[in-house]
């Protein structure tokens, strides 16, 4: 079994429609928490790669 880099989900943007002030301003909340929670799975993503990268890269040989 390969364990590898978590699975790729969707990001859902919340649907908005703001009425008043107040409701345009936790809909921004809204908005900000759920690019941050893409965002940090963007991030734990690449960050695995990477990992994986330098694991699999080959050794340079030396020029000796």
């Not at 908005?31 to 940090?40: I, K, N, Y």
């Amino acid at each position: 079994m390969y364990v590898g880099c978590p699975a790729v989900t969707s990001c859902p943007i919340p649907a908005s429609s703001p009425a008043t002030n107040g409701d345009l301003s936790s809909d921004v909340r809204n908005l900000e928490a759920a690019l941050t929670a893409c965002g940090l799975q963007v991030e734990a993503v690449k960050q695995c790669q990477e990992e994986h990268r330098v694991k699999t890269r080959p050794t340079e040989k030396s020029l000796n």
